[in-house]
């Protein structure tokens, strides 16, 4: 079975800080990766994802994230945070092949000061 | 199109009643996801519909949640009875799955479920 573990539950950082969100998945196929954001008050949406080439992936607003399969990571990065991306994020997985469902890990929230 | 419509948007109703959520695709998805969060455990999938078929409910808590999706365009998840513990956000979301895999959910506002 497929499972997702984010290390920190909740972040703070000031503005213009760098951003690292830890995300590793287990699973041993292969698997498209997600990162999923939630502003405060609204519903997820895709922040970026990962089906194959690049390992290094960027998404919108600046953020990129980098897919190592020989530590099974796809940590979220952001070279300078704004405090407009103070938000929960979720890291996915989804396994590759068939009819497979999408497992999501527990979040971890983000608290930008200015 | 809409987006993912679920209702209602908040729900509140006394333990041991029936509570039923609603939740409406997106047209031509053909993958559907009931998810519950909550402060402890995050974002957990419940039960998962490829087609109208339930293909893995393996995350329903116990036997007082049941899930259905009659046609393309409609699923209901209902919980009978309520408990407090089932108070949490329910989001339902869709997904083309054209290529096989799952390559983007769209998720709807959630319904906030409180059970007193």
């Known amino acids: 079975a497929q499972s997702v573990s984010q290390h920190n539950h909740h972040v703070i950082l000031s503005e213009a800080a760098s951003l690292e969100l830890g995300c590793n998945y287990s699973y041993g196929g292969t698997v498209n990766l997600f990162w999923y954001v939630q502003y405060p008050g609204q519903h997820l949406q895709l922040l970026l994802k990962y089906f194959s080439g690049d390992p290094l992936v960027k998404g919108i607003k600046g953020f990129e994230a980098e897919f190592i399969k020989s530590k099974f990571s796809f940590n979220l990065r952001k070279p300078s945070v704004q405090w407009s991306d103070t938000a929960e994020y979720f890291c996915?997985?989804?396994?590759?092949?068939?009819?497979?469902?999408?497992?999501f890990g527990t979040g971890t929230k983000l608290q930008v000061i200015p | 199109d809409a987006g993912v419509i679920q209702s209602p948007r908040h729900e509140v109703t006394e333990m041991g009643q029936e509570v039923t959520l609603r939740c409406k695709p997106i047209s031509g998805h053909n993958s559907l996801f009931w998810y519950r969060q909550t402060m402890m455990r995050g974002l957990e999938l419940l039960i998962y519909?490829?087609?109208?078929?339930?293909?893995?409910d393996s995350g329903m808590p116990e036997d007082r949640f049941s899930a259905k999706m009659p046609n393309a365009s409609f699923s209901t998840l209902k919980i009978q009875p309520s408990e407090p513990r089932d108070s949490a956000v329910y989001f339902c979301?869709?997904?083309?799955?054209?290529?096989?895999?799952?390559?983007?959910?769209?998720f709807g506002s959630g319904t906030q479920l409180s059970v007193l």
């Open positions: 519909f490829n087609n109208n078929v339930p293909i893995d």
């Open positions: 996915a997985v989804n396994a590759r092949g068939g009819y497979q469902k999408v497992t």
């Open positions: 979301a869709s997904s083309p799955t054209d290529r096989g895999f799952n390559e983007k959910l769209f």
